[in-house]
């Protein structure tokens, strides 16, 4: 399985950061799949901010929840991160990966990255 993100490499502040991953190798749809997005800002550890399972059911970090949503092309074999109200703080390298089962209920680990995109956020 193969994963690319894609979207812009500079965002304003305010404006709303989307991101594509199209996936190869394997569907969003395949049975018990989820995919998600996972950042690390300059300086810090990955942070986990959501996934979209198989079905086309979408988890959030508590922290995100609020700006954060993903939407699915499955024609496409695509999904799509959107996160509203960007600051200089979500300015970092973005992955989009995939897991056999749910990372936010159950632990689940990633187990195919894409190679990652740098966003900055910035006037």
């Known amino acids: 399985v193969q994963l690319q993100e894609s979207g812009p490499g500079l965002v304003k502040p305010s404006q709303t950061l989307a991101l594509t991953c199209t996936v190869s190798?394997?569907?969003?749809?395949?049975?018990?799949?989820?995919w998600s997005w996972i950042r690390q800002p300059p300086g810090k550890g990955l942070e986990w901010m959501g996934a979209?399972?198989?079905?086309?059911?979408?988890f959030f970090s508590p922290s995100l929840k609020s700006r954060a949503s993903m939407t699915r092309d499955t024609s496409k074999n695509q999904f799509t991160l959107h996160l509203m109200s960007a600051t200089p703080e979500d300015t970092a390298v973005y992955y989009c990966?995939?897991?056999?089962?749910?990372?936010?209920?159950?632990?689940?680990?990633?187990?195919?990255w894409g190679k990652g995109t740098q966003v900055t956020v910035s006037s």
């Open positions: 990966a995939r897991s056999a089962g749910n990372y936010y209920l159950s632990g689940y680990g990633m187990d195919f």
């Open positions: 190798g394997g569907y969003i749809t395949d049975n018990y799949d989820h």
């Open positions: 979209v399972d198989f079905s086309g059911n979408t």
